[in-house]
């Protein structure tokens, strides 16, 4: 299943929330804003995002 991401992306904290292709939340948190921290809070939950939208 494709999943779509929004990010926001101020200094310290990226929230972050995933939706499938129906618009169903699937996953919603925070990491450090830095690229090792998104990497891992997607691999922490085995996802794999098809597009990243970002504010």
């Avoid at 999943?3 to 996953?27: F, M, R, W, Y």
């Avoid at 948190?29 to 809070?41: K, L």
């Amino acid at each position: 299943m494709k999943h779509s991401v929004g990010l926001d992306v101020p200094l310290k904290e990226i929230s972050i929330c995933v939706v499938d292709n129906d618009g169903q939340t699937i996953a919603l948190g925070t990491c450090p804003a830095d690229p090792e921290g998104v990497a891992g809070w997607f691999r922490n939950r085995s996802l794999t995002p098809h597009r990243l939208f970002s504010s």
